[in-house]
Every structure is written in C-alpha cells, then in structure tokens.
C-alpha cells in the first residue's frame, strides 16, 4: 500500500506543479512562466512517479523491469486493435450520424487535429503517445495496476484507477478548454468515460501480458480521435456510445476476474 499511496502523491504532485502557471491566476499567482507545450509537459507526471517510486523500492531492476514493458509490441494483433479500432469507431459513428440525421459524412478531418492542424497525423501521433500515452499509462496502468490487481479482480482495480486517474485532471477544470464549461451532467458523463477507457485499457492491459506499448498506443489513438477536425458535438455523441458499448461488452465476454481471455 505504501508503495502505490507514493505513487499517486507523486503523479499528483508532478502534474499539478507542472500545470501550476496555467491554472495560478485563479490562486492569486499570476504571471508565472508558460512554456510551449506546456499542457503537455504535465501529462509526464504519472510516468515520472512510476519510476522514481520504482527505483525508490526495487532500484534499477525495478526501472529496468518497467521500461522492458513500455516496449512490448507482441501480441501483434492487440496492437493492431490499439492503433486501429478509434478511427473504426469514427467511421461506424460517421455511418449512424449520417443515417439517422442525413447529415453529409465528411472524413476529411479525420487525421486533423482540432489544436494543432499544422500538424501532420504522423507529428500529432508522436505528441499524443509521448506526453499522454506513455506519459499516463505507465503509471495508471504500468504501475498502479498490477498493484490493485494483486488485492481485487480486474473489473474492481479499473473502476478503483478510473476514480484516481479522474482526481487527476482536477486542474484542467480550471483552464483547459472543454473542461472549464461543464456542468454537473458533462462532468458525469466524462467520469463514465474515463470508467469506460479504464476498463477496455485493464482490457489490453492483461490480454497483452502487460504491455505499457499497446496501452500507451490506445490511449493515442483515442485522443486523436475525439479530437480530430471532424468530431463535432453529435458525432462524439456517437462515438462514446459505441465505445461505452464496447466496454460493456468487454466486460460480459471476458468477464470481471480478469478482463482478459487469459489469466
């Protein structure tokens, strides 16, 4: 128990700081240095705590061990489903959009980012998987997982990860765009969409035998996804239906003890 609490007061602390001169004015520190990227640069903190906890308790065997899974790239075909399966869940949602409103599909966008359309998809991917990819799945997942699922079955240790990983976007609420209009409804709905993604990540997690990689990849993509050029309000509806869907039925298929076809 020691070891994940320090963990989290870590994450926590890491981001938060990092984060502090985009959400100080509302604390009464203003004119703080902002850097490029600097949203970014916060989502590093729960990769950084893995480590530094790693090496605190196991040393460089532990770090060692840590770094081996965030370049796993077998089984293939969960890798393939991680970079793949968000942009076939923006076609299928493209698909009912359009039949059941006649609105046009437009796929143009896909490969656009929303914040950064100088980007090209390939830039776009790299910035996702670096700073939020592996910048939060080797905590949440890498570290923080196998801990929980040594105490409860795999469907428990998401929800318990879902509820940490959510208290950790608390600054966001205070100056990141989409976060600073929700209400007490979106904010619900964000929850069970963290929930959602926590159980289909535990999902690849523990069918890929522990690869950060293939969660690292996931979370990428779906990022990309839902905030690609062409993700207007009723087509992310769409999306997080299927999604919310897919999570439900990951659930029933593989089964709350492990989420996985295999212990």
């Not at 004119?31 to 729960?46: D, E, K």
């Not at 906890?53 to 489903?81: D, M, N």
Request: hydrophobic share 55%.
């Amino acid at each position: 128990m020691k070891k994940v609490v320090i963990f989290f007061i870590l994450a926590y602390i890491i981001s938060w700081v990092i984060w502090l001169p985009l959400y100080g004015h509302h604390l009464g520190l203003s004119q703080l240095p902002i850097l490029p990227f600097h949203h970014a640069l916060g989502g590093l903190g729960p990769l950084l705590a893995a480590f530094i906890t790693s090496f605190f308790f196991h040393g460089w065997e532990g770090v060692v061990e840590l770094g081996k899974k965030c370049v796993q790239t077998r089984p293939f075909s969960y890798l393939a489903i991680a970079l793949f399966s968000p942009f076939t869940v923006i076609l299928v949602a493209s698909i009912i959009s359009y039949f059941s409103g006649g609105q046009t599909m437009e796929l143009s966008g896909m490969l656009i980012n929303k914040e950064f359309p100088e980007f090209g998809f390939f830039t776009i991917f790299l910035y996702n998987l670096i700073f939020f990819g592996f910048g939060e799945e080797v905590g949440w997942r890498g570290f923080a997982l196998p801990y929980f699922q040594t105490k409860f079955n795999a469907l428990t240790s998401a929800i318990i990860i879902s509820l940490f990983w959510a208290l950790w976007h608390w600054p966001l609420f205070l100056y990141r765009a989409g976060y600073t209009s929700m209400e007490v409804a979106d904010i619900l709905g964000w929850t069970l969409s963290l929930l959602t993604g926590s159980i289909l990540l535990t999902w690849l997690f523990n069918a890929s035998k522990g690869s950060i990689l293939i969660c690292a990849v996931f979370h990428a993509t779906v990022d990309i996804a839902f905030t690609a050029d062409m993700s207007d309000e009723r087509l992310m509806n769409f999306m997080g239906f299927i999604i919310t869907l897919w999570g439900i039925i990951t659930v029933i298929i593989f089964k709350p003890k492990t989420l996985a076809p295999r212990p």
